[in-house]
Structure formats: structure tokens, C-alpha cells
């Protein structure tokens, strides 16, 4: 089997294209793909608990930290302890943040748009539930 014809190659291709075409976009407001997935997953209004982030985005705790820390030194975010709970730290953001949360969204929904009208409504939903079950075999360790 040539690597082209790879499920996984071909998700990890298209993957990495969706991704550099958002770096360009985010380089264009001093922020990258990473920064703006964050600020898409924090509670505009409530904030969000620190730990909560990373499970959302699928990353390791540790980059995230780096991560928190970069964005406070932008400017984009702030930390508050959780009144209900000491222990915790809940992520803002601030009036940057929530730019960069507005031209994030945006991007979003642009890219999803031009999707949505290049490629017909059957043939998404067959995308979905190829991604879907994939997704689930993955999950249920059906694979190895």
C-alpha cells in the first residue's frame, strides 16, 4: 500500500494544510492556530478552569501551560482563582482576547462556509460518519 492511499496519511495531510492556513491567517494578528484554539475554548463571560482547556483541545497539560503563559504575556488572557473552589484557576479574557476570539470564530466559520458550498451536503455527511467511526474504533481500542 503506497503511502497516498493511507487513511491516516490522507487525515494527516489534510490536517496539516487546515492548520498552516490558519497559522497564516493568525500570523496576520499576532497570534497563531494554537492561541486561537484556546481563546475559542474559554468562556467568553464565565472564564473557563485552567484544567478544563486542555481535555477540550486534546493537548498535554504541559503545553498548555507554556501556552497560558505566552498568551498572559500578550496580553490575551488573565487568571483568577475560582471563587467556589481555592484550588482552582480559571482563564479570561481580556478585551484582546476577546478580539482574537471574534477574528478566530470568524476564520472559522469562513473556512466552514466555502466548505459547506465546494462540497455537497451528501458527501459531508458521508465525511462525518467515516470521521465519526473511525473516531470510535480509535476510542474503543478496537484497532490494536
Same mark, same amino acid.
Given at each position: ?9 490522507? $487525515? ?40 478544563? $482547556?486542555?481535555?477540550?483541545?486534546? !493537548? ?7 501556552? !497560558? ?21 480559571? $482563564? ?8 482574537? +476570539? ?7 466559520? +469562513? ?34
Amino acid at each position: 500500500m503506497k503511502r497516498e492511499e493511507t487513511v491516516d496519511h490522507q $487525515i494527516k495531510m489534510c490536517w496539516h494544510a487546515i492548520y498552516r492556513m490558519y497559522n497564516q491567517q493568525a500570523v496576520q494578528h499576532e497570534s497563531t492556530t494554537s492561541m486561537a484554539f484556546v481563546v475559542l475554548n474559554i468562556d467568553p463571560i464565565e472564564g473557563t478552569p485552567a484544567t478544563k $482547556i486542555a481535555p477540550l483541545m486534546g !493537548l498535554e497539560s504541559r503545553s498548555l501551560t507554556r501556552m !497560558l503563559k505566552s498568551m498572559e504575556e500578550k496580553g490575551f488572557i488573565y487568571r483568577e482563582k475560582d471563587p467556589n473552589d481555592g484550588r482552582s484557576v480559571r $482563564i479570561f479574557l481580556t478585551e484582546t482576547g476577546q478580539e482574537k +476570539r471574534r477574528v478566530s470564530r470568524e476564520t472559522v466559520i +469562513r473556512f466552514n462556509e466555502v466548505i459547506r458550498q465546494s462540497i455537497a451536503p451528501e458527501k459531508l455527511d458521508a465525511f462525518f460518519e467515516v470521521i465519526t467511526k473511525i473516531n470510535q474504533l480509535i476510542d474503543s481500542k478496537s484497532i490494536f
